[in-house]
Nanobody, 120 residues
Framework: QLQASGGGLVPAGGSLTLSCNFS????????MGWFRQPPGQERDIVAS????????YYTDSVKDRFTISRDDAKNTVTLQMSSLRPDDTAVYYC???????????????WGQGTQVTVSS
């Protein structure tokens, strides 16, 4: 089970941190990812991290602005977002995958979304 939190309304250029708590299984067995779904668009991956935290992936539009991390002691994955832009506005979802962190089609355990709105 995944529980995401931390969304909200932020002005352009601002920062926000999303957190996702994982429960009900061995957290270290899973790659973790953050996805987002902008209004009227499909959901797509934003960032992901391998089961051991050694490898990460970022979609091009968030590189150097977003940072994904995991805390295995707390069973949480975090997405730190900075220099936010209006086109970052979306519902953000955390997800877990038994596969490799870059295999976005294998994420099969989803949390509820959290809304991030960036005002211009």
């Amino acid at each position: 089970q995944l529980q995401a939190s931390g969304g909200g309304l932020v002005p352009a250029g601002g920062s926000l941190t999303l957190s996702c708590n994982f429960s009900g299984g061995p957290f270290r067995s899973y790659a973790m990812g953050w996805f987002r779904q902008p209004p009227g668009q499909e959901r797509d991956i934003v960032a992901s991290i391998s089961w051991n935290g050694a490898s990460t992936y970022y979609t091009d539009s968030v590189k150097d602005r977003f940072t994904i991390s995991r805390d295995d002691a707390k069973n949480t994955v975090t997405l730190q977002m900075s220099s936010l832009r209006p086109d970052d506005t979306a519902v953000y979802y955390c997800a877990a995958s038994p596969g490799y962190y870059y295999e976005k089609w294998k994420y099969n355990n989803w949390g509820q979304g959290t809304q991030v709105t960036v005002s211009s």
